[in-house]
């Protein structure tokens, strides 16, 4: 009796104390050399986003959650829309209204790479509204964080599913 006790106290403590973390392995889509990776990792505060994408052409380019975990089409649409489970408006990353998936635009350098670093106060890594399962696209152009509903960003030049990652 006390050693079921105690093995339900430890899972129950395991799954608090469990670090929540995701990745997403990003390939181009048809005709597209961008390749790159994500993570996502629970931090005070939200959910800290890390990007290092390479082959881009340089300057901005949208970088969105997209609600699909399906990079199969070759031009990735396959993936569908941003992920938007709160029924918003596009907009920026630090908009007052926003998609889940609006995560602004990628900077990438002349030779072609970008690198994110921020701490995003609307993903989450758990419950209904979880990215995990759903995708992550680079596009061609920059994310004009107004344009409806997709930020006018154009193409999308890679792509990948997010997947937790358990440690
Ligand atoms: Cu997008």
């Given amino acids: 009796m006390k050693t079921a ?27 597209s050399q961008v390749a790159g990776t994500v993570t996502f990792t629970k931090v005070e505060g939200g959910v800290r986003v890390v990007a290092d994408v390479t082959n881009l052409t ?45 995560l602004g635009n990628l900077t990438a350098d002349a030779s072609g790479k970008a690198h994110y670093d921020r701490v995003d106060k609307e ?22 964080l107004k344009t409806q509903p997709t930020g006018n960003a154009g193409a999308r030049v890679a792509c990948g599913v997010i997947t937790a990652v358990k440690d």
Avoid at 77 to 98: L, V, Y
Avoid at 123 to 144: A, F, M, W
């Fill in 58 to 102: 340089p300057g901005e380019h949208g970088f969105h959650i997209h609600e699909k975990g399906d990079c199969s089409a070759p031009d990735a649409s396959s993936a569908g829309g941003h992920f938007n489970p709160t029924g918003h408006k596009h907009g920026g990353p630090d908009a007052e209204e926003r998609h889940a998936g609006d």
């Fill in 123 to 144: 993903l989450q890594l758990t419950g209904p509204n979880t990215i995990i399962g759903r995708s992550v696209i680079v596009h061609e152009k920059v994310d004009d």
């Fill in 5 to 31: 006790l105690c093995a339900v106290m430890f899972v129950l403590l395991a799954a608090v104390v469990r670090a929540e973390k995701a990745v997403c392995v990003m390939q181009g889509t048809k005709g």
